[in-house]
Every structure is written in C-alpha cells, then in structure tokens.
C-alpha cells in the first residue's frame, strides 16, 4: 500500500502503574485504503520488540476526538480539554495512548484533504477488490 500522508508524532503510553512514558508513533493515512488510518509504535512499545501498526476507522478517529468511541478492539475518548485516549485491546493485553488532541485533529484534516469525507467510496474499485480478496484475480 502506497503510503499518502505519513506524520511522526509524540504519544505518551500510560503504564500499568498509571505513569506515562513518551513514546514515538507514526500516523498514516493512504488514499488506497480511504476509510482506514494507521499508528505505528515502535518495537520498544511492545512485549514482543517488533515494531506494531494498528488499523482502524478514520471515522472512528474522527468520533472519538469529540465524545467517547469506539468497540471491540480500539476505543478513543477525549481527556480533559487538551487530550485524546486510544485504548488497544490485544490478545496480550491492553495499551493506553494519550495524544495531544490537536496533534490528532491535525493529522485527521491532512486526511481530509486527501481524500475529502464522504468521498472515500468513490475511488474504491469494490468490484475488483472483492474478486481479489476471493482469489480471482
């Protein structure tokens, strides 16, 4: 996937002990796949040491920076009047993110110039995507 948008941020992970630890992230966003965007911890955010990208709704990114949002694995919320929490749930357990909210809103209105809201459907191919996810082309 041919990355549109990439933009280094600074995040702080609140630890179970309820302490924060900053930490790098990349926010992507690409055209090729319009609905969906992508933070990227580095490998020293994770038990494993591998880098972790998590995929979600740019919709639900959109929600989130103004009232609490979200199910199943990823959940965003605002903090307070400066900050937003994202909550990944894994199979290893769960991580809390804080961010600056303007550094977030920045990044979503990138996006949006990118590929304007409500017109994500519009450069999607559905027909040749859904032949290759079921193997036929």
Do not use: K, N
């Not at 002990?17 to 926010?27: H, I, K, M, N, S």
């Not at 965007?37 to 020293?44: G, K, L, M, N, R």
């Not at 955010?45 to 979200?70: K, M, N, Y």
């Amino acid at each position: 996937m041919a990355v549109t948008l990439e933009q280094p941020a600074r995040a702080r992970l609140v630890t179970s002990e309820g302490r924060e630890r900053p930490l790098p992230v990349t926010l992507r966003y690409a055209a090729a796949d319009p609905l969906a965007v992508q933070i990227t911890f580095p490998p020293e955010a994770s038990l494993d040491g591998a880098e972790v990208t998590w995929i979600f709704a740019r919709q639900l990114l959109e929600e989130g920076l103004r009232a609490p949002a979200g199910g199943g694995d990823v959940h965003i919320w605002p903090c307070g009047r400066a900050r937003t929490v994202l909550e990944f749930h894994a199979p290893q357990g769960l991580a809390l993110v804080q961010f600056d909210r303007a550094v977030l809103r920045r990044f979503l209105l990138r996006t949006y110039a990118v590929v304007g809201a409500g017109r994500e459907v519009a450069g999607l191919d559905l027909d040749q995507d859904l032949a290759r996810l079921l193997g036929g082309v």
